[in-house]
């Protein structure tokens, strides 16, 4: 089999690219690539891994906040009385939670706890990671915060995750708002989603280390992008920009 000039075999296969474990090693492989089919194949591969990733997260916060709960119901004991097993048993969905973006939108439960909560809730809103919102709420607040940093571009209008995004145009408008030299946005042509997405994607990938999980030849195939697609897109997108210092998250205690 041939080589490249970096080693590697001229072409993978899938099994070969599975069994590949690190991101920056795909990263540099798809870089490198210039065949479409095989550029393919590595994109798919880094959506796997970074799949695994998230779901090996997932399971060790799930595993720690499983700790956590047992060493509170250990602290309080089998004889701590009604109420304190009652603040337990009435929060299960604040401890469970896991939420991967922090926007600084203050959440609905930080808005509604007032001084009318009981003193089993209030108790409860101190010693447990309140502030937590739930899936529906995290959807939301990222999609205000995209139509915030977006707003005074023209052209765009995100209302959703789905058609908003269909021309390309929102995505290289939320790049460029925190890479504002990488091109000239002015020149952008909504009609050509493709050359939209791909100056997007690309740009993203080079200045904020975001992976390319979406493909422009998919997206112009649809009718409207896959509204889960375009969201776990924008999820890493805002991760990659916290863990550059671009995006300021609350710190939780």
């Not at 001229?10 to 798809?30: G, P």
């Not at 009604?82 to 439960?109: C, D, E, H, W, Y």
Request: include cysteine; charge should be positive.
């Amino acid at each position: 089999m041939d080589s490249k000039s970096d080693g590697r075999p001229a072409s993978l296969t899938s099994e070969e690219l599975a069994a590949i474990e690190d991101e920056d090693v795909l990263n540099k492989m798809l870089d490198s690539a210039e065949d479409f089919e095989e550029r393919r194949m590595i994109r798919g591969a880094l959506r796997d891994l970074l799949k695994k990733k998230r779901e090996k997260r997932e399971l060790e916060r799930g595993s720690r906040q499983q700790d956590l709960r047992h060493q509170g119901l250990s602290k309080g004991g089998p004889t701590g009385g009604a109420t304190g097993r009652g603040s337990v048993n009435q929060q299960p969905s604040i401890n469970k939670q896991t939420v991967q973006l922090s926007p600084s939108t203050s959440t609905p439960f930080n808005n509604t706890a007032g001084s009318k909560a009981s003193p089993t809730v209030a108790s409860a809103q101190k010693t447990l990671p309140a502030a937590a919102p739930n899936a529906k709420n995290v959807k939301q607040m990222l999609l205000d915060w995209c139509r915030a940093k977006t707003e005074p571009y023209e052209g765009v209008d995100i209302q959703n995750f789905s058609s908003s995004w269909k021309d390309g145009i929102a995505f290289c408008a939320l790049v460029h708002r925190f890479f504002p030299d990488a091109f000239e946005y002015s020149i952008l042509n909504p009609n050509k989603p493709k050359e939209n997405f791909q100056l997007a994607f690309s740009t993203a990938e080079r200045l904020a280390g975001c992976p390319p999980l979406l493909d422009a030849d998919d997206l112009v195939r649809m009718k409207e992008p896959d509204w889960k697609c375009v969201y776990t897109y924008i999820q890493e997108f805002y991760r990659c920009l916290v863990e550059k210092g671009l995006v300021k998250t609350k710190k939780r205690p």
